[in-house]
């Protein structure tokens, strides 16, 4: 996000460049009644840090209770 803000200025083929800059990232699921459920979503960059957790209703391509906590991590040594 950091970077495609300073794109967005600098760049006008930035949308063309676009990367996930995310050096770990994990989580799991489960399905149930076309239900998907995930309390343990993990992805983390240099200076940023989200852990996430709800669920996503598949058929009616809804998101009814999803919750992603950002937050910022005071050197870019993480």
Do not use: C
């Not at 983390?44 to 937050?71: A, F, N």
């Amino acid at each position: 996000m950091l970077r495609n803000v300073a794109l967005a200025f600098l760049d006008p083929d930035a949308q063309k460049a676009q990367k996930t800059d995310f050096a770990e990232r994990g989580g799991t699921y489960v399905i149930r009644h076309s239900v998907l459920t995930n309390t343990d979503l993990s992805l983390k960059s240099p200076l940023l840090r989200l852990s996430g957790k709800g669920t996503v209703d598949l058929p009616k391509q809804r998101v009814d209770d999803y919750r992603i906590t950002p937050k910022l991590v005071a050197s870019s040594k993480g």
